[in-house]
């Protein structure tokens, strides 16, 4: 995966530097200063210093488009002509954030009135008046038809600022992640659930995602090609990452462990991202058995940055990658019933689970009955961690546009149904009743992702940067 790279540019206007001597050094320092601020592993930082000119503007724009930067800050340290920047804009073609930040946090008005030399007076000015050509440039690009955000605040001890600094870059990280993703899909929808039903073209316009349609023949003849040796290993791995219960036969683990290596090879072989799977192999007794041993593989696929969607539930796959690309899980899951007494919200679902963000080790049983579904093989039983979750659906409006449905709440111990699937306990700050009538509201499907954490700035962040709108629950 090629690093997310990271525009930065700031403005000024040559006209200044030979009148005010020492300015433009100073104002160069802020943005070594901001620089140094952006880097963190996985970014890679294209800085072309100060733009002062519309000649330099013209290169700049140039420079941007050929580094393939994903986004770009525009840093404003003083007052410069929107011709000085329009032209960087349209030619790098990629999202803008304005930087208007004051290098401290406020003028030593006794010192600059005691400097007595008004050109000098003039220079300090300059150095602080950053947020000038603010509305010029938010007029131009607007004219313009170029979305652009704004991060207003201080250089220094302005923790609000620079978070918002952060999400942006976690966005336009997870932009990156979801437009060189691959989608494996394998197998075909579940019948009669027409809410998940989706246009896999409109999945790849909007995430920039491939989509590789896979044959379970093929992970069935893989898992011919699987050694007694390399069961014995993946078994040894399913003891360690899972609480295997008593009653979980050895032929159950055997055929698990046989799928599960050969998942890992479909996806080594597509070089798979992702997944989002449903399948019943009726009259083939292979394709049965992979099918139905199938969920261990695939808990092990989601907690190792592969999230697997049961269903063939496209949306979700793409909503799961998601909060795991922020470092959040994505666990598969549905809500199901309300503990009235306790304002809380039951949500899960059989099939494969985010093992990384679950409350304890995850648990390993038979199941003689899934509901509608194959009724044999293992499945897994967990519950996401306590603590702040976010929720994530993307939903189709009824324009055929792709929409972000979120909610942050927090998942809380308590009774739990052990049948063999994932549950989990949340409650939301408009309580039970509002969440499901605001949550239902926005059409999701019945399918959601649940990661850890509060995630909905992010989220919405990814969503301006990619033209998805964002319709936060709570």
Same mark, same amino acid.
Not at 14 to 24: A, M
Not at 135 to 151: D, K, S, T, W
Not at 332 to 358: Q, S
């Given at each position: 995966?090629?690093?997310?790279?990271?525009?930065?540019?700031?403005?000024?206007?040559?006209?200044?530097?030979?009148?005010?001597?020492?300015?433009?050094?100073? $104002? *160069?320092?802020?943005?070594?200063?901001?620089?140094?601020?952006?880097?963190?592993?996985?970014?890679?930082? &294209?800085?072309?210093?100060?733009?002062?000119? =519309?000649?330099?503007?013209?290169?700049?724009?140039?420079?941007?488009?050929?580094?393939?930067?994903?986004?770009?800050?525009?840093?404003?340290?003083?007052?410069?002509?929107?011709?000085?920047?329009? =032209?960087?804009?349209?030619?790098?073609?990629?999202?803008?954030?304005?930087?208007?930040?004051?290098?401290?946090?406020?003028? *030593?008005?006794?010192?600059?009135?005691? $400097?007595?030399?008004?050109?000098?007076?003039?220079?300090?000015?300059?150095?602080?008046?950053?947020?000038?050509?603010?509305?010029?440039?938010?007029?131009?690009?607007?004219?313009?038809?170029?979305?652009?955000?704004?991060?207003?605040?201080?250089?220094?001890?302005?923790?609000?600022?620079?978070?918002?600094?952060?999400?942006?870059?976690?966005?336009?990280?997870?932009?990156?992640?979801?437009?060189?993703?691959? $989608?494996?899909?394998?197998?075909?929808?579940?019948?009669?659930?027409?809410?998940?039903?989706?246009?896999?073209?409109?999945?790849?316009?909007?995430?920039?995602?491939?989509?590789?349609?896979?044959?379970?023949?093929?992970?069935?003849?893989?898992?011919?090609?699987?050694?007694?040796?390399?069961?014995?290993?993946?078994?040894?791995?399913?003891?360690?990452?899972?609480?295997?219960?008593?009653?979980?036969?050895?032929?159950?683990?055997?055929?698990?462990?046989?799928?599960?290596?050969?998942?890992?090879?479909?996806?080594?072989?597509?070089?798979?991202?992702?997944?989002?799977?449903?399948?019943?192999?009726?009259?083939?007794?292979?394709?049965?058995?992979?099918?139905?041993?199938?969920?261990?593989?695939?808990?092990?696929?989601?907690?190792?940055?592969? =999230?697997?969607?049961?269903?063939?539930?496209?949306?979700?796959?793409?909503?799961?990658?998601?909060?795991?690309?922020?470092?959040?899980?994505?666990?598969?899951?549905?809500?199901?019933? &309300? *503990?009235? *007494?306790?304002?809380?919200?039951?949500?899960?679902?059989?099939?494969?689970?985010?093992?990384?963000?679950?409350?304890?080790?995850?648990?390993?049983?038979?199941?003689?009955?899934?509901?509608?579904?194959? @009724?044999?093989?293992?499945? &897994?039983?967990?519950?996401?961690?306590?603590?702040?979750?976010?929720?994530?659906?993307?939903?189709?409006?009824?324009?055929?546009?792709?929409?972000?449905?979120?909610?942050?709440?927090?998942?809380?111990? @308590? =009774?739990?149904?052990?049948?063999?699937?994932?549950?989990?306990?949340?409650?939301?700050?408009?309580?039970?009743?509002?969440?499901?009538?605001?949550?239902?509201?926005?059409?999701?499907?019945?399918?959601?992702?649940?990661? &850890?954490?509060?995630?909905?700035?992010?989220?919405?962040?990814?969503?301006?940067?990619?033209?998805?709108?964002?319709?936060?629950?709570?």
């Amino acid at each position: 995966m090629q690093p997310t790279r990271i525009g930065l540019f700031g403005i000024g206007l040559d006209t200044y530097w030979p009148q005010f001597s020492g300015l433009k050094d100073r $104002l *160069d320092g802020y943005l070594r200063q901001v620089a140094g601020i952006l880097e963190r592993p996985g970014i890679e930082i &294209v800085n072309l210093g100060l733009v002062d000119n =519309p000649e330099r503007a013209v290169e700049a724009g140039h420079q941007f488009r050929q580094a393939d930067v994903d986004i770009i800050f525009l840093h404003a340290t003083t007052y410069a002509l929107s011709s000085t920047v329009l =032209p960087v804009v349209r030619r790098a073609r990629v999202p803008i954030i304005i930087l208007n930040l004051s290098p401290e946090s406020s003028i *030593d008005y006794t010192s600059f009135n005691a $400097l007595g030399d008004r050109s000098a007076m003039t220079g300090e000015w300059l150095a602080h008046c950053g947020a000038c050509p603010v509305p010029e440039i938010a007029n131009v690009f607007l004219r313009a038809g170029i979305p652009f955000y704004q991060v207003t605040g201080k250089l220094h001890d302005d923790p609000a600022c620079w978070q918002e600094v952060d999400d942006w870059i976690e966005a336009a990280r997870v932009a990156s992640v979801m437009s060189h993703n691959r $989608l494996g899909l394998l197998g075909h929808y579940y019948s009669g659930m027409l809410d998940i039903y989706s246009d896999v073209t409109l999945q790849s316009i909007v995430f920039g995602t491939h989509i590789e349609f896979l044959e379970v023949e093929e992970l069935t003849a893989l898992r011919r090609t699987v050694s007694s040796s390399d069961i014995q290993d993946r078994l040894a791995v399913f003891a360690q990452e899972f609480d295997l219960q008593p009653d979980c036969s050895p032929s159950d683990l055997e055929a698990a462990a046989r799928t599960s290596i050969a998942l890992d090879c479909l996806v080594d072989r597509y070089s798979l991202g992702s997944l989002a799977y449903y399948y019943e192999g009726t009259g083939n007794p292979e394709n049965e058995t992979a099918i139905a041993s199938i969920i261990l593989g695939n808990s092990l696929l989601t907690a190792k940055g592969v =999230p697997v969607a049961g269903e063939y539930e496209v949306k979700n796959a793409q909503a799961m990658k998601i909060m795991d690309s922020f470092g959040a899980g994505g666990s598969f899951t549905e809500y199901y019933a &309300v *503990d009235w *007494d306790a304002d809380a919200v039951l949500m899960g679902h059989d099939g494969p689970g985010h093992i990384a963000i679950a409350e304890g080790r995850t648990k390993v049983r038979p199941l003689s009955v899934f509901h509608g579904k194959v @009724g044999k093989g293992l499945s &897994v039983e967990m519950s996401v961690r306590s603590g702040p979750v976010t929720l994530l659906s993307i939903a189709e409006t009824p324009q055929g546009r792709l929409k972000f449905v979120v909610a942050e709440g927090e998942s809380v111990d @308590g =009774p739990k149904l052990e049948i063999g699937n994932t549950n989990s306990r949340y409650r939301f700050p408009r309580g039970a009743r509002n969440f499901i009538e605001s949550w239902n509201a926005q059409g999701p499907a019945h399918h959601c992702a649940v990661g &850890v954490g509060r995630l909905a700035s992010k989220i919405e962040k990814l969503g301006k940067l990619i033209g998805v709108e964002t319709a936060q629950v709570c």
